[in-house]
């Protein structure tokens, strides 16, 4: 192109180059969208009387309420092991089934946990006898009152434990439990609207379920993939084979069919879909031959394809792969909610396209730079696949400036439009012809710091911290980043984008930090980049100091006596004493033996602090000692008194109430299978029997755990090496034992609280399932697990310990100590330490200490074996916890004990948002008077402290 210009006499031309570029066609955004809740739900449910999604988070023990209105996570509702969801026959409430023995119930009102049902256990036959633990991965409340709960198949899916029935039928009013062999086995399950029929499919196969009748009939000659019921519970619909889509009456008639168009492609996820809330419309997701996920809507009645829209599907930067949504519900206006990666998909059905000539977009992965400063417009380029013609691209619902293609390559490039809200936003691309690309949380405006729970360290700094977030610029060339601790900046040792590490679906950040020296208490953490500075509040705590004590012996175990105020360490052939008065080692204590041999290995005090007994198991004895005076007296029982097959000796030992010890013995190599009996000493007659345990009862001959509470009144012993899971418990109410299996475990450690009141168990990592920590009650159901986001994911124990309330777990694991919500499961707090921790036992002793942590009864300091020796961590604050609140019901003016964690003066209570007259007896102990004007019903607690420290308990007390 030349240009002339001319002014009077003069004349001039000037030749150039233009580039025309196509824009985009200027299509309206749809409404598909993601929400990001930092785990992969396990299921979506939708309430459309409040207009609220509710995902379950089982990495983060909790239940995710999302609005449709603000597509935001408002609100993460604590329910541990949380899997499966189902909506209540009246609607009012949200059915949490849990990887552990209980089904809760969300009111979905007021976003609270009102009901916690601790399922019954069934005989387990094939462990010889004892009783199995129920796992509702599943609850579905039918018409008939009753609840069908499902378990997880086999042993290791999603982490769950092995289970013998696929179906329990629970009648909350009779408080039994059922086995059904009847559903078909299969665990895809729909209901109908009113809940008077469910339809069961897996496998391959289906049932019908009848509330009226209570009975199950097996859907004939039909193999599929897919199938669900229609919630008129008139029709269902099952998917597989041609045609694709086969739909039948109650009476297992065909009434019409319909074949997919471009279905499917082979290798990739089964189709899966949701009628709509009135029945009308099947809504289907499916991979295409022709490349890309797509969501069909189909007329129920005519049996007409509707139309055809995309369905979300996304890839991960630096990995391979991706992952495509599955439905689980729907809206009235067409919206489809799923189970996406790391969140919750939400699908337009009704943007439908022509799909004509597609350009597909496999790689629409990674934009850099993948986050720009508040309120400014940033320009990015994106890795994708090539485009012919310019998208349309959106930042959230903003409609993108400039979107080009460059290189010549068809690159796209786009610039962010301003952004006044901080955090990651989706990035979506829509080509004319219908393929959409998606790019959940690929852009983010300012910075978002990602943590759960808080940090502990030494004032004197030096650990290494993790610290995750969006926009931190670690993809910006040469960005200046700073992180700091309250006012003392951090060196960074090491910034990595997630995806390049784990395979993580969005571009969150990882900085590693050496933490600076600071002062003791509280402090914020923040992060300062050119995209801004994000800040975690009082996210940090500098405990009261970390000493570590060398000592050039071997410990093998470790015990806090509260009455002296004192820690005894096994150091093989005898006891060291370590005072915390004067901070120095003493007199070491020596072990009487019958033979002059000595490995001493477990310790335990009886209640009364009176006796000290050690196990020695290379003699085959215990000691019994007085800590006052421990040369004189002393003595050595042969434990067993006769010798046994593999010569097994002394373990572990737990003293009761009433004035007797159980002792477990091992045999100290990697031997598999045989057992070995429990013994009890009579500490007043010195006389030692076998104690009887029920039929069941499993005890190996290596590494059997046992602990009892402070006072004597539990006892839990956990079996190592058998892959049955047993756990024994003894209470001295009745004087009796009582055993559960937990298939698929092999134990390492146990732990109980002071009050006897909760129970922990930690599962090795060659467990089947789950490797980690359990909570149990006294009467061995399981409470609750312990779990992490995959980003703060780490091996817990296996040593454990709990305070005296049974509010909070201690867990060793490869940084430190984490202190755990013993309710939940959720972390707390991690404690880091520069000095590493012993490891835990194995099979073979004396290689590695059975027990490398103690701690005081109110948990606030905490006792190490470590490579030096013996590490105290004093604490600057205990986390706020709630053990038990006794009575747990009764009218409003009740008078409750409540024991926690954290108690200090000036803590306040409320019941229910009311204020509650409260008293501090201890720090562990609070008197609380239920207020008048709270109604009846499950009563949620929220404990506050005067540095605005605040715990909550849902469904802490049931006010009659």
């Not at 009628?275 to 007329?299: E, H, M, N």
């Not at 940090?455 to 993790?466: E, H, I, M, Q």
């Not at 008194?641 to 010569?647: F, I, R, V």
Request: aromatic letters at 8%.
């Amino acid at each position: 192109m030349i240009f002339k210009g001319s002014s009077g006499g003069l004349n001039s031309s000037s030749q150039a180059t233009i580039t025309v570029t196509q824009g985009p066609p200027g299509l309206p955004n749809n409404r598909t969208s993601f929400v990001r809740t930092d785990d992969t739900p396990m299921a979506v449910v939708y309430d459309q009387v409040h207009q609220l999604i509710f995902a379950s988070a089982i990495d983060l023990n909790c239940v995710d309420v999302i609005p449709v209105t603000t597509q935001q996570v408002v609100k993460c509702i604590p329910v541990s092991g949380a899997l499966g969801l189902s909506l209540s026959t009246d609607g009012a409430k949200i059915l949490v089934g849990t990887q552990v023995g209980v089904v809760a119930w969300i009111d979905t009102t007021t976003l609270q946990v009102v009901r916690r049902d601790t399922i019954p256990q069934i005989p387990n036959p094939q462990f010889g006898g004892g009783f199995g633990f129920v796992a509702p991965a599943q609850a579905f409340q039918v018409a008939n009152g009753k609840v069908l709960l499902f378990s997880l198949p086999a042993c290791c899916d999603v982490g769950t434990f092995n289970q013998s029935v696929g179906l329990v039928e629970w009648d909350p009013v009779a408080g039994a439990s059922t086995m059904r062999s009847d559903s078909g086995g299969g665990g895809l399950v729909s209901t109908s609207a009113d809940h008077s029929k469910l339809l069961v499919a897996g496998g391959g196969t289906a049932t019908l379920y009848d509330s009226a009748t209570d009975q199950f009939t097996p859907v004939p000659g039909v193999q599929f993939e897919f199938a669900t019921l229609n919630p008129t519970g008139l029709q269902f619909v099952v998917a597989g084979g041609t045609p694709l889509l086969r739909f039948f009456n109650l009476q297992m008639q065909q009434v019409g069919a319909v074949d997919v168009p471009d279905c499917c492609a082979p290798n990739t996820l089964p189709v899966s879909g949701v009628y709509s809330l009135d029945g009308k419309l099947l809504y289907l997701a499916y991979p295409s031959q022709s490349g890309g996920a797509k969501l069909i809507t189909v007329d129920a009645s005519t049996f007409q394809l509707l139309g055809i829209a995309a369905n979300l599907s996304t890839q991960i930067a630096y990995a391979v792969g991706g992952a495509s949504g599955m439905p689980m519900a729907c809206d009235s206006t067409g919206l489809i909610f799923e189970v996406a990666d790391h969140g919750v998909g939400i699908v337009d059905a009704t943007d439908f396209r022509t799909f004509q000539n597609p350009q597909v977009v496999s790689d629409f992965i990674i934009a850099t730079p993948d986050e720009g400063p508040l309120n400014q417009p940033t320009t990015t380029q994106f890795t994708t696949g090539i485009f012919n013609s310019v998208p349309d691209v959106f930042f959230d619902v903003q409609r993108a400036l400039n979107p080009n293609l460059f290189n010549g390559a068809g690159q796209l490039a786009a610039t962010a439009p301003p952004s006044a809200t901080p955090g990651p936003v989706n990035v979506k691309a829509i080509e004319a012809d219908g393929v959409m690309a998606f790019m959940p949380q690929g852009f983010a405006y300012g910075s978002l710091p990602v943590q759960y729970g808080t940090f502990a360290a030494d004032p004197k700094g030096g650990v290494l911290a993790d610290l995750f977030g969006y926009g931190y610029s670690i993809d910006i060339a040469g960005a200046s980043i700073q992180a700091s601790v309250g006012p003392s900046p951090g060196q960074i040792q090491k910034k990595v984008l997630v995806p390049a590490e784990i395979g993580y679906p969005f571009p969150l950040q990882h900085l590693v930090v050496a933490v600076p020296n600071g002062t003791t208490g509280a402090q914020d953490i923040t992060v300062t980049s050119p995209t801004g500075t994000a800040t975690l509040s009082k996210a940090f705590h500098y405990v009261q100091s970390v000493v570590d004590y060398p000592s050039a012996d071997t410990f093998l175990y470790i015990l806090y006596d509260s009455h002296r105020n004192q820690v005894y360490l096994s150091a093989v052939d005898h006891i060291d004493v370590f005072s915390l008065a004067s901070h120095s080692f003493g007199v070491p204590i020596a072990v009487p033996s019958k033979s002059g041999t000595r490995l001493t290995l477990g310790l335990a005090l009886t209640p009364d602090g009176s006796k000290l007994l050690a196990a020695n198991q290379s003699d085959q004895s215990v000691a019994i000692i007085n800590p006052d005076s421990p040369s004189v007296g002393a003595i050595a029982l042969n434990v067993p008194p006769a010798p046994l097959s593999g010569n097994p000796g002394p373990f572990q030992i737990a003293t009761t109430s009433t004035n007797h010890a159980f002792v477990t013995l091992t045999v100290g190599n990697a031997l598999s299978g045989g057992s070995t009996p429990i013994y009890d000493i009579d500490l007043s007659s010195m006389q030692i029997t076998n104690p009887n345990l029920p039929a069941g009862s499993i005890v190996n001959l290596n590494n059997n755990y046992i602990q009892a509470s402070a006072e004597g009144t539990v006892v839990l012993e956990a079996t190592s090496n058998n892959s049955g899971g047993p756990l024994l418990s003894w209470n001295a109410a009745s004087n009796t034992w009582q055993v559960h299996l937990v298939e698929g475990q092999f134990w390492d450690n146990v732990a109980i609280s002071g009050d006897g009141n909760v129970l922990a168990v930690d599962s090795s990592s060659d467990s089947l399932s789950f490797p980690f920590p359990y909570l149990v009650d006294s009467g061995l159901n399981m409470t609750a697990q312990v779990n992490f986001p995959d980003i703060q994911g780490i091996q817990e124990g296996p040593s454990l310990q709990m305070d005296r309330s049974g509010a909070l777990l201690y867990a060793v694991n490869g940084a430190g100590v984490d202190i755990i919500d013993a309710r939940t499961g959720q972390l707390r707090e991690r404690v880091l330490l520069t000095e590493p921790i012993l490891g835990g036992p194995t099979e073979v002793v004396p290689t590695t200490p059975s027990k490398v942590i103690a701690i005081t009864p109110t948990g606030d300091q905490i006792f190490l074996l470590t490579r030096s020796g013996l590490t105290v961590v004093d604490l600057d604050s205990v986390p706020l916890g709630i053990g038990s609140v006794t009575p747990a019901s009764g009218p409003a003016g009740t008078v409750v004990t409540v024991r926690g964690t954290g108690f200090v003066t000036g803590t306040s209570l409320n019941v229910n948002g009311t204020p509650a007259s409260a008293s501090l007896v201890d720090s562990s102990t609070l008197s609380v008077t239920i207020p008048t004007g709270v109604q009846k019903g499950a009563a949620q607690i929220t404990l506050k402290t005067p540095d605005n420290s605040q715990f909550t308990l849902d469904a802490a007390f049931l006010v009659q």
